[in-house]
């Protein structure tokens, strides 16, 4: 973690005074003084501000189900930041752990922890997001199992040099569908459905890793240990 997050995670100094205080010569790491902000520290550093020695708080890890006509953003947008559904404390060290459209409802993690969120967002650990998915147009019992070879084979979108990686398609109904993927590229899902000529008119995030949503539109809970845990294991 960067000095002055550290610093802003142990204290009630913003950033701005953080980096102060270091730029000031207050802060020390390990018995010496260290008057660069970025400079990396862990949790077996000792770290003093003025003798005083610094303990940060507990990361936190969020669920929440994101209501339609919010952005992931922690500022409002043309749309409403959906971090004012949350009433925690220090909202500005929170950050999402994988984003979704304005339009777009369902499962969002939100953290302050960046190595866990990590863990969630990079493609290489397979982290398994499922959206529910409805369609503007039916797919037939015809061409159903052709689609869902192509969606495991892996899609070709436009901009994007290599396919898709394979990805899980179940056929719930005519026009609704539950994709599975692993990866997050931009608007992926309706990216994906539109190259194979049909368009996404509504998506809803259901499960991220072992994670499942259980909350109402607009509510949010902490997770449980087992739940923060599970993404250190992909």
């Known amino acids: 973690m960067?000095?002055?997050?550290?610093?802003?995670?142990?204290?009630?100094l913003n950033r701005k005074e953080a980096v102060q205080s270091i730029y000031s010569?207050?802060?020390?790491?390990?018995g010496e003084v260290v008057t660069?902000?970025?400079?990396?520290?862990?949790?077996?550093?000792?770290?003093?501000?003025n003798g005083v020695e610094l303990k940060a708080r507990d990361f936190r890890y969020i669920m929440m189900n994101k209501p339609a006509g919010t952005v992931c953003s922690n500022i409002d947008e043309v749309y409403p930041s959906l971090f004012?559904?949350?009433?925690?404390d220090k909202i500005s060290e929170l950050h999402i752990a994988g984003r979704l459209d304005a339009d777009t409802t369902g499962l969002v993690l939100i953290t302050d922890d960046g190595r866990w969120s990590f863990n969630i967002t990079q493609p290489t650990n397979d982290c398994r997001k499922v959206y529910r998915v409805q369609l503007s147009q039916?797919?037939?019992?015809?061409?159903?199992?052709?689609?869902?070879?192509?969606?495991?084979?892996g899609l070709p979108l436009q901009g994007e040099a290599s396919l898709t990686r394979p990805a899980e398609l179940e056929i719930i109904a005519p026009k609704e569908m539950?994709?599975?993927?692993t990866e997050g590229k931009f608007h992926q899902v309706k990216r994906m459905f539109a190259a194979v000529g049909?368009?996404?008119?509504g998506l809803h995030r259901e499960q991220i890793g072992k994670v499942c949503l259980d909350v109402d539109a607009g509510q949010w809970r902490y997770l449980?240990?087992?739940?923060?845990?599970?993404?250190?294991?992909n």
């Open 2 to 12: 960067r000095l002055d997050k550290f610093v802003c995670k142990s204290t009630e």
């Open 25 to 30: 010569g207050e802060v020390f790491v390990n």
């Open 36 to 49: 660069n902000e970025a400079t990396q520290v862990h949790e077996n550093n000792s770290v003093l501000l």
């Open 84 to 88: 004012n559904y949350l009433e925690v």
């Open 138 to 153: 039916a797919i037939s019992k015809d061409c159903s199992q052709e689609l869902i070879a192509q969606f495991k084979k």
């Open 178 to 181: 539950r994709l599975t993927i």
């Open 198 to 201: 049909n368009r996404v008119v």
């Open 224 to 233: 449980s240990k087992n739940e923060v845990e599970s993404f250190n294991n």
